[in-house]
């Protein structure tokens, strides 16, 4: 747990450094669209993300998105492409995955980097829990 502690510090401060340079009309405009400063477990929507495979949106600005993906045996997250940072910390499970061109095998503890517009997808080998973070937010995966 430690380590995805850190991970995710580091990845909070990179977002942070990466929006240092707007004006503060930016930096307004930025917060007025956030989740909520808390945000709890039963409160929080699992919603549909492919076959064997839900999300939750657990907490976002506009610089900087988490959301936990929960994937059943067999589960599939489709390869895709977007211009968004991420870092996946696994939770639980096993999962092989394809960034680019390597394809490897990841399980609890491990944790992966996806640069902007690099395809990427996992199977799921052992049902697990991935949590995602990107940067910018993903504006697509909130409801309108």
């Not at 850190?6 to 007025?32: I, W």
């Not at 945000?39 to 939750?56: K, L, S």
């Not at 490897?104 to 080998?125: I, R, S, T």
């Amino acid at each position: 747990m430690k380590t995805f502690k850190t991970l995710v510090s580091v990845f909070a401060l990179s977002a942070l450094f990466a929006t240092s340079s707007c004006t503060q009309q930016q930096n307004q405009k930025e917060m007025d669209n956030h989740s909520n400063v808390f945000m709890y477990e039963n409160d929080m929507e699992w919603e549909p993300a492919g076959e064997g495979v839900t999300r939750q949106i657990v907490g976002y600005n506009e610089d900087i998105m988490m959301v936990k993906v929960k994937f059943e045996k067999g589960g599939v997250g489709t390869a895709h492409t977007h211009k968004h940072t991420q870092v996946t910390y696994v939770v639980s499970g096993a999962f092989e995955f394809t960034i680019g061109d390597e394809k490897k095998v990841v399980k609890a503890g491990d944790a992966l980097y996806m640069e902007p517009n690099v395809e990427h997808g996992c199977v799921c080998l052992e049902a697990g829990l991935l949590i995602d973070c990107f940067n910018p937010y993903r504006d697509d995966f909130l409801k309108k």
